[in-house]
């Protein structure tokens, strides 16, 4: 994953949002996860913080994240939702059997965005890039 954590206070601020304990432990968790959790990941690592914040209060957060830019809500064809912190353009690589997603930096999608901008007048506001296949693990299986 990208080491440019955003700065969630300040977004927050800036988008006319409180700055609560919950949000930021919530972010938190969000961010340390490690790779695309779900809601109930996000607050099972939420709780070992504080045992007061509900699954419903996770859920809310992550919805806000997502309109404010803090968080990508990914959607899978199991119907399962997954939040990605890393809101820069980057490559999804998602296994298709065992379901894992990482995250590839490799390559700067920004001219790809910038492209589509420009030559077809059209303003992104966000996108996503997704590769299908096989995992390591999997392929060695």
């Known amino acids: ?5 955003p700065n969630a206070m300040a977004i927050l601020r800036e988008r006319g949002y409180r700055v609560t304990p919950q949000r930021l432990k919530i972010y938190n968790a969000l961010w340390n996860a490690g790779s695309h959790p779900t809601v109930i990941e996000v607050h ?3 709780i070992k913080e504080d045992p007061t914040i509900s699954k419903a ?6 919805q806000l994240f ?3 830019g803090l968080a990508v809500e ?5 119907e399962s939702t997954r939040y990605d912190p890393e809101v820069d ?12 997603v990482e995250d590839y ?13 420009k030559g077809m007048k059209f303003k992104i506001f966000a996108h996503r890039f997704e ?8 392929q060695a299986k």
Do not use: W
């Open 1 to 5: 994953m990208n080491e440019s954590r």
């Open 44 to 46: 099972q690592r939420a």
């Open 57 to 62: 209060t996770v859920y809310k957060t992550l």
């Open 66 to 68: 997502t309109e404010i």
């Open 74 to 78: 990914m959607g899978f064809r199991d």
């Open 89 to 100: 353009g980057h490559i999804n690589l998602i296994c298709t059997q065992c379901g894992s």
């Open 105 to 117: 930096d490799g390559i700067d999608l920004s001219s790809i965005k910038n492209g589509v901008e």
């Open 131 to 138: 590769v299908h296949g096989l995992c390591s693990k999997c």
